[in-house]
């Protein structure tokens, strides 16, 4: 049992390895980028907050004094007409989507490159009144996929200004571009990065226990982590067990025969609560219990004033009517879906012999039902419990922005909205040890609900 | 079950008594919709980090919410400006009184300082950079230790408001070594790549960077009327009003130092339901931006309105539509012009904000009576002049849709119009303007986009139509980087709106000196946006926010937050 | 199939309520299908923009026709809005509840059968299938999608396919050729129990809203991406239960039996495992449907999901979060919520009952 136990718990480490990784990759793939978002977005309008160009400047140096410049692994598979990760990085977005278009079309990187940097000196040298005129030209230019079309702008522009050499350069190019074999963007090219890129640094990080810095107040992701963990935790810890309680005594209660009147009143009753979605529940229970038009049981939202100075129980007596509501809600929630499960286990378990065996001992049914048929159902009850935590934490998401209570919930949709990368993989990789951990108990439970149950711990 | 029973009731009685917490008299408590992150006066991103580094920090000038002017706030007085070849020299005077946390006077090394900071490489400072980067030295008066000047490039009419505006760091506090000493601040102008080597920099970014510079109530002291006491991450942030602040004594009115409240405490309510339940609970001093629904209920709730005031001040925040002049279907201005006859502005407004919003012609404010041009109307629904202006930019209208022929191909007109998702705002106006559209045969597709997504969107000039909102102010009227031609390639004008005219009058206006000249260039440009209909500006909202009535001098203004906390005294 | 009916029948005629459910689930469906020839007075998504927040049963003028639910935000019609819903609900969850509990059945159920060492594949497909991983995801994905997005001609596109189709082809015959020899043509177990729980621990791991939030960032909301995103987040959960179910069947005395008998995995699987395992996978069927209806509206809160101009029941839902005082916003499309949860419920829980009294037999 002990040597399965470790073996699992170390078959656990590639499948975090491989899920950081994943959402590490996927996470770098989004749209926009924390630095691009504050950094390179203007000011409100009405005034210019310093010019195009040194904004630029400034988001480059953002990136390079941060890593972000680096490639994201070491090596990469692309097409062979992309541009080199080290040149398309300091780019802002939209320019990287411009030189990478006109990449694809020609097939060469190199040329593209050359042509776009030509096209963006001309627009830097080109004074004001040039570039208006020439403003929709240089639009086509940029943006079109047609060859006859990038080579009639270019003879347009070369017509305003001939004596510019830069115009007359983009013109020769464009030429070029024109007898360019275009198919070469099929062929895949790999290269090589070596170990200054992105994810290397992460991973030493991590087996260093740094997990990284945030990219909005730069603290610790551990630090973050570690404070907001303790209020979800504490939250689906609390509820689950609550829920998991309730849910057994219900179903134990509904299997007896004397409660048989019950059952049709308490069964539809769950399947009502079941059928409201999570954010009406919770705005109905804050509406109902902790507004003055009602009953104001309960304060509103957050966790309280911490004051300096407070013993622990202080603390929890200050904090816990702040928690009943998010926590009942959440109980709520998932309780109507483990009570039909729990009962249908145990109504699974009644049709077996030893059940039947124990009721014709004249055992009360009661105890038959502890005694007996709920170690018997206890197998789907277990899977069902392990696998409960990603609903739970889907719940916190609500709970949280509802309450106002800080929490891994609330953390990651402002970490995803904010693009803070080592702040979303560093949660779901907290998310998915906790997951590894329930699933190992899973396992232990197994074994211990059910003997038949063997891991092949002597194979 | 009788014990049971008589637990459960008494916990009962118990949670009663706690719901309710027990709150300072002189404490004022506001709502923030998220996290401030930091408050590092050079770093910050939001909102509302910027009104809570308000209160602990201070620029040289700032604006007085009670009128919507920009007054002197450590300067003493307003900035002189010569003009020298192609520098500007802007000279500030300190005020004598300003000081410290620790009681050290606020000098013109404090200045210094900030701005070496500002520029330097190697720092967290990437976002406050560019607008810095047209200073290029300072000079500090030799006998007056409190004065100085900025020696600038070039001219532009924004530069004595920018130079105004940036946060005056403490160097005894943030560079207690002194390593910056040994830089001066044309150091870091032009290109500074050689300085990234430096020891001593790299020593001093190590320090300044660090998350002590963005939350440690210590550190992050400045010259302003408060401190931090606690600040509880995602739950609240309370500020203390220091014992014996020098703002509060300088006598004369032209200014807005104040430091009135004794307590002020932000809380971190995300939801804008709980957050008005708050209110309702009086667990809450200050609300803005109600929904316009519920704001009409509270109004009409007495017992409301016994415990609370509501304001609805005129807002420098505008709703506008920008549609891709750019794409072949849409560069016909008749086109454009078409379109805007099917926006039904004033169900926008009646739907949307339950009619607490003024329709505009262009970005200039309506409340801004000089600038505002009011020989024109807005735009509304009108089907027969949609239907004409189509024909005549040479549309056919078929079984299907409007069909014409571009490039040699046929194209029908469709339009899709995207917005940020969670917008209802915006939603809706969509929706409504997609059955206005229907109406007229022009298939709509309404797609709301990711924050990121949209932006990227609008930069990329990849889209037909978008919705979006801006926020302005009454003071600086240099639409330049909307609507300037060169900015349409890669900058804010993303419409890729412009005419020689526009153009002209855009650089007219930055050198106009008088008003009348101003007035005579704004109401031309507003006539010019109205004619090609790529900006079409819709409505300035009003805002709407609630405050508890034992607060008097609250200086209720359009201009972001909409109130001034500092001032807040207690009714007598 | 004979005997299923016929227990149907039984039932049927024995229970009132399970009468009444099936009337209502299949006059739903019925009103579902016929929805858009009914002669309702206002078209879905119609906006009535003088009638906002209209309560309902309230004297209108000048509407054409009384709002009897009243209206919403833009002075759609909750009536016709609440129709409408069950016609989006039913069309979305109910292709997304098939899809992934028969993705998880097959999967939880195949790993539960045959474990680590009882499927045997040869070593030529065991080694070739990762060498296909490449040109599959280069030439059928990467290219495909980046073609369209730097608007290449499509005609690049079915040339990509097409060099994959040809790769695909030239693997095949290796194969046939690896085959022929002895070393190659050896069949190794593979560890399929291992393979699937990994997958499912890591699918798993990843709450479903990051993938969803994820997804909203790169384009915007419709409903075959939220399709496959429920799909995809959805199935494991049935493939635990059916691996565990396996698991417990397996060590059932009549398979043993079965087994000694010398009947085929198929048989096996199908004739004796399937059936018993239908219990717990039918209610879990009935709730995933039921949750997924409520799910939608939970998206809407958090503004992805669906796009705006799909009528929805979470999107009238929503509603009530600009108006608190609109109660009927909640009311009417919540109130037929929780009817068809409930009827789908109890539906469920009478199958159970009779699949169970089937097992017995």
């Known amino acids: 049992m002990r040597y399965y136990l470790l073996k699992r718990l170390f078959l656990a480490i590639p499948v975090l390895w491989l899920l950081a990784t994943l959402v590490f990759m996927l996470s770098r793939l989004l749209p926009g980028s924390y630095a691009a978002e504050s950094i390179l977005q203007e000011g409100n309008g009405y005034y210019a907050k310093g010019s195009a160009a040194d904004r630029a400047t400034a988001y480059q140096q953002y990136l390079i004094r941060t890593g972000q410049h680096l490639p994201l692994f070491y090596f990469s598979v692309s097409s062979g007409a992309t541009p080199p990760d080290s040149l398309l990085r300091l780019l802002p977005e939209a320019a990287q989507h411009n030189l990478q278009q006109l990449a694809w079309h020609i097939g060469n990187w190199q040329e593209a490159y050359t042509f776009w940097r030509t096209l963006q000196e001309l627009q830097l040298h080109a004074g004001p009144a040039e570039l208006q005129a020439l403003a929709p030209f240089l639009q086509t230019i940029t943006t079109t996929t047609n060859v006859q079309q990038r080579v009639e702008a270019a003879r347009a522009i070369i017509k305003y200004d001939t004596a510019s050499p830069l115009a007359r350069k983009l013109y020769r190019l464009a030429l070029k571009l024109q007898q360019q074999h275009r198919l070469s963007f099929m062929i895949p090219s790999l290269r090589w990065h070596g170990t200054a890129n992105q994810y290397h640094k992460w991973l030493t990080g991590i087996l260093h226990g740094n997990l990284g810095n945030s990219y909005r107040d730069s603290r610790s992701v551990t630090d973050i982590i570690v404070e907001t963990s303790a209020n979800t935790f504490w939250i689906i810890f609390?509820?689950?067990?609550?829920?998991?309680?309730?849910?057994?005594?219900?179903?134990?209660?509904?299997?007896?025969?004397?409660y048989k009147q019950w059952r049709k009143a308490v069964m539809p009753l769950l399947f009502l609560i079941d059928s409201i979605p999570l954010f009406v529940l919770a705005l109905l229970l804050l509406v109902l219990f902790a507004s003055p038009a009602f009953l104001q049981l309960f304060p509103v939202y957050g966790l309280g004033y911490g004051y300096g100075g407070q013993t622990r129980i202080e603390q929890i007596t200050h904090t816990l009517p702040y928690l009943v509501l998010p926590i009942l809600c959440l109980s709520l929630a998932h309780l109507p879906y483990l009570v039909n499960q729990f009962y249908n286990a145990l109504s699974a378990a009644e049709s077996m012999d030893y059940t039947r065996t124990a009721r014709a001992k004249g055992l009360p049914y009661g105890l038959i039902i502890r005694k007996h048929m709920l170690r018997n159902a206890?197998?789907?009850?277990?899977?069902?419990?392990?696998?409960?935590?990603p609903a739970l934490i889907a719940g916190s998401v609500i709970i949280e922005t509802i309450f106002a209570i800080p929490?891994?919930?609330?953390?990651l949709v402002t970490s995803v909205q904010a693009r803070d990368y080592p702040l979303l993989v560093a949660i779901v990789l907290v998310v998915a040890v906790a997951k590894v951990v329930s699933h190992v108990l899973a396992d232990i439970c197994y074994a211990y609900a059910d003997p038949r149950i063997r891991y092949q711990s002597q194979a | 079950m009788r014990k049971l029973q008589i637990l459960g009731y008494s916990l009962l009685l118990l949670l009663c008594f706690c719901s309710k917490p027990n709150r300072v008299p002189d404490e004022v408590r506001v709502r923030l919709t998220s996290d401030p992150e930091t408050l590092n006066p050079v770093s910050y991103t939001t909102a509302g980090s910027l009104q809570v580094i308000n209160l602990l920090f201070q620029s040289l000038m700032a604006i007085d919410l009670a009128d919507d002017k920009i007054k002197p706030a450590l300067a003493a007085t307003k900035p002189s400006i010569v003009q020298q070849d192609s520098l500007t020299y802007i000279t500030y005077q300190l005020r004598p009184e300003a000081q410290w946390t620790n009681g050290s006077p606020v000098t013109a090394a404090d200045v210094a300082f900030t701005l070496k900071v500002l520029k330097a490489p190697l720092l967290n400072n990437e976002r406050m950079k560019p607008q810095v980067a047209f200073i290029h030295d300072i000079i500090i008066d030799k006998a007056d230790k409190r004065k100085f000047t900025f020696v600038c490039d070039g001219f532009t009419p924004e530069m004595e408001l920018l130079t105004g505006d940036f946060f005056i760091l403490p160097a005894y506090l943030f560079d207690p070594e002194g390593k910056m000493e040994a830089f001066t601040v044309s150091d870091f102008a032009g290109d500074n790549s050689a300085r990234e080597n430096d020891e001593g920099l790299q020593n001093f970014a190590a320090h300044y960077n660090s998350a002590e510079y963005a939350r440690s109530k210590d550190l992050l002291q400045g010259s302003g009327g408060y401190v931090i006491t606690a600040w509880e991450q995602g739950q609240y942030l309370t500020l203390k009003r220091k014992d014996d602040w020098w703002g509060n004594h300088v006598d004369d009115n032209t200014h807005a130092l104040t430091a009135n409240p004794l307590q002020i405490s932000f809380k971190i309510i995300p939801d804008n339901t709980t957050a008005l339940l708050a209110l309702k609970n009086q667990q809450l001093d200050v609300l803005e931006n109600i929904p316009a629904a519920e704001f009409n209920q509270l109004k009409a709730d007495k017992s409301f309105t016994e415990d609370y005031a509501l304001y609805t001040p005129n807002s420098y925040e505008f709703?506008?539509?920008?549609?891709?002049?750019?794409?072949?279907?849409?560069?016909?201005k008749r086109t454009r012009q078409a379109i805007a006859n099917l926006l039904d502005i004033n169900s926008f407004i009646k739907v949307s904000q339950q009619s607490y919003a003024t329709p505009t012609v262009g970005p200039v404010p309506p409340s801004i009576k000089p600038y505002y041009n009011n020989k024109l109307k807005p735009y509304s629904y009108n089907l027969q002049k949609a239907t004409a202006l189509l024909q005549a930019a040479g549309w056919q209208r078929k079984a299907d849709g409007w069909f014409k022929?571009?490039?040699?191909q046929q194209q029908q007109l469709t339009l899709e119009v995207s917005y940020r998702?969670?917008?209802?705002?915006?939603?809706?106006?969509?929706?409504?303007?997609?059955?206005?559209?229907?109406?007229?045969?022009?298939?709509?597709?309404?797609?709301?986009?990711?924050?990121?997504l949209f932006s990227q969107k609008a930069k990329a000039h990849d889209f037909d139509m978008f919705f979006r909102a801006l926020s302005g102010n009454p003071f600086v009227f240099n639409f330049k980087p909307l609507f300037y031609t060169s900015y349409a390639n890669d900058g804010a004008n993303y419409t890729g709106f412009g005419t020689p005219e526009s153009d002209s009058i855009l650089d007219a206006y930055n050198v106009a000196e008088d008003d009348k000249e101003k007035a005579r260039l704004l109401k031309r440009l507003q006539e010019i946006l109205h004619e090609e209909a790529a900006f079409i500006a819709l409505y300035y909202q009003k805002d709407r926010l609630a405050v508890h009535r034992r607060f008097t001098n609250l200086k209720i203004s359009g201009l972001e937050p909409n109130y001034d906390v500092s001032s807040f005294k207690l009714q007598e | 199939m004979k005997r299923l009916l016929y227990n149907f029948r039984q039932l049927w005629l024995e229970k009132l309520i399970f009468r009444l459910v099936t009337v209502y689930l299949a006059l739903l469906v019925v009103l579902v299908l016929v929805l858009p020839w009914l002669p309702l007075p206002f078209a879905p998504n119609y906006l009535d923009l003088n009638h906002i927040f209209q309560p309902p049963f309230a004297n209108v003028q000048g509407a054409g026709a009384a709002h009897w639910f009243g209206t919403d935000a833009l002075g759609r019609d909750v009536l016709t809005e609440t129709l409408y819903g069950a016609r989006t609900g039913l069309f979305i969850s109910l292709p997304v509840v098939i899809t992934s509990t028969f993705i998880g059945l097959m999967l939880g159920a195949g790993a539960g059968f045959f474990g680590d060492n009882q499927l045997r594949i040869s070593r030529a497909a065991l080694l070739l299938s990762p060498l296909l991983l490449f040109p599959l995801f280069y030439f059928g994905l990467y290219l495909p999608l980046h073609i369209q997005q730097y608007h290449l001609p499509a005609s690049y596109m079915w040339l990509s396919w097409g060099t994959l189709a040809l790769l695909l082809g030239i693997s095949w015959l290796l194969h046939l050729v690896l085959q022929r020899l002895a070393w190659f043509r050896y069949k190794a177990a593979f560890p399929l129990d291992m393979l699937i729980i990994r997958v499912i621990e890591v699918v798993s791991s990843v709450p479903w809203l990051i993938l969803v939030l994820l997804l909203a960032s790169f384009m915007p909301p419709s409903v075959m991406l939220l399709s496959l995103i429920l799909i995809f987040t959805n199935w494991t959960h049935t493939a635990r239960l059916a691996r565990a179910e396996m698991l417990r069947i397996k060590a059932m005395p009549y398979m043993e039996a079965g087994r000694a008998l010398g009947f085929t995995d198929a048989r096996l699987v199908l004739k004796q495992a399937l059936p018993n395992m239908m219990g717990p996978v039918l209610v879990a069927f009935g709730f995933s449907l039921a949750a997924l209806l409520t799910l939608e509206s939970t998206l809407s809160f958090l503004g992805i999901g669906l796009p705006p101009t799909i009528v929805s029941w979470g999107r009238t839902i929503?509603?009530?979060?600009s108006n608190t005082s609109a109660w009927w916003l909640v009311a009417f499309p919540g109130g037929f919520l929780a009817l068809t949860v409930l009827a789908l419920q109890t539906f469920s829980y009478y199958l159970r009952l009779m699949l169970q009294n089937n097992s017995k037999i």
């Not at chain 1, 057994?248 to 007896?256: A, C, D, F, N």
């Not at chain 2, 022929?405 to 040699?408: E, L, P, V, Y």
């Open chain 3, 318 to 321: 929503t509603g009530i979060r």
């Open chain 1, 378 to 389: 206890l197998l789907p009850i277990i899977t069902l419990l392990s696998d409960f935590l």
């Open chain 2, 405 to 408: 022929t571009i490039n040699g």
């Open chain 1, 407 to 411: 929490g891994m919930g609330r953390l």
């Open chain 2, 319 to 332: 709703a506008y539509i920008g549609l891709n002049s750019r794409l072949p279907k849409l560069s016909d």
């Open chain 1, 238 to 258: 609390i509820s689950m067990l609550l829920t998991t309680l309730a849910a057994l005594e219900l179903s134990i209660k509904l299997m007896q025969p004397r």
């Open chain 2, 421 to 452: 998702a969670g917008n209802t705002v915006f939603e809706n106006a969509a929706l409504i303007f997609q059955q206005g559209a229907a109406k007229a045969g022009i298939p709509v597709t309404v797609q709301a986009q990711e924050g990121s």
